[in-house]
Structure formats: structure tokens, C-alpha cells
């Protein structure tokens, strides 16, 4: 675990700037992650404990980010998505494929559950958080 503790405090710093489009990088990096992990026949092995780990970071940042901002909700999310990458980075690191599936379920649930609290998507197909950002993104 210590192992583990030390990659994910690495891993900080994408959502350093706490702007929107150090959001979006990170979002980006989220989807590409998770959609790598689901694509994985068998969630073990090296290249799933090093995407969890990619993962448990950005979740780490988001928690942090969100507050920063006072919302408690998506805090939970945040940290529940974080909770699952571990859990996910253990059994991937472990061979434990069903421990491993089961952990990207939960985690796949907490990007669903923040979208629909905070995820405002646009007429063009892009989306934002205008209660955050007022200006519109470019
Ligand atoms: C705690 C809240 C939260 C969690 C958890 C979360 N997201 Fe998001 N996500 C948002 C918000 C808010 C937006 C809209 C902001 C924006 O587009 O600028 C967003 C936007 C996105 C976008 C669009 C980015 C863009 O450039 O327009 C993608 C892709 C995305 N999320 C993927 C994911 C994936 C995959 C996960 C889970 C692994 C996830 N998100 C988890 C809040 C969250």
C-alpha cells in the first residue's frame, strides 16, 4: 500500500491550475483511462494497475478541486471514485479479476453521478459548469 500512497501523491498536479481547462485535460485523461480499463479483457496486470493509478490521481485532484469550491456532493463522488481506483489498482496488482471488475463498476457509477449533478451539456455537444464558470470555454 505504502507503494501505492507514494504513485498517487506523484501523480497530483494536472488540476493544479484549478481552472476549466485544467478540468477538461483531466476529464480527457479520465475518459481515455476508463475506456482503456473497460476495453481490457481481464482487469489485471501491469497496464490495469497503472491506469487505476492515473485514475486514483485525477480523483485525488478532483477532491481538492471541488472543496475548494463547497460541493459536498461532488466531494463524495470524488472521493468515492478514489476509494474505487484503489480498490481497483489492489486487485489489478493482485490478479484478482473479479475484485477488479467490481471496483471499475463502482467507479464508472461516480463519473455518471457527478455528470448528472454538475455536468451542463451545450446545444454544440460540448458541455461546462456554468454556476462555476460564467465565461463561455474556447
Ligand atoms: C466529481 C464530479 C465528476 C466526476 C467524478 C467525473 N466528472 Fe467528468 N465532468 C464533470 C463536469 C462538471 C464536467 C463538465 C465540465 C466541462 O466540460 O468543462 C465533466 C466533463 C467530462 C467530459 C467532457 C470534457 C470536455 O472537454 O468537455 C468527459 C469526457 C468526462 N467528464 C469524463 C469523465 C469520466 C470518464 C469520469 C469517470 C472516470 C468522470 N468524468 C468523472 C464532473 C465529473
Redesign the pocket.
Known sequence: MRRIAILVVALAGLLAAQD?KG??AA??S??T???ALNKMEAKTGPEAVSTAER?AG??EE?VGF?RQRGKAD??K??VE?KAAALALMEAAYAGNGQDAAAALKS??A??R???Q????KRPDG????PEL?REP?K
Open positions: 476549466h478540468f477538461d476529464m480527457k479520465a475518459d483511462s476508463i475506456k485514475l485525477l480523483y478532483m471541488w461532488a466531494v463522488f470524488s471514485g467507479l464508472g461516480t463519473c453521478g457527478c455528470h449533478a454538475y455536468r451542463v460540448t458541455s461546462t459548469f464558470w470555454k
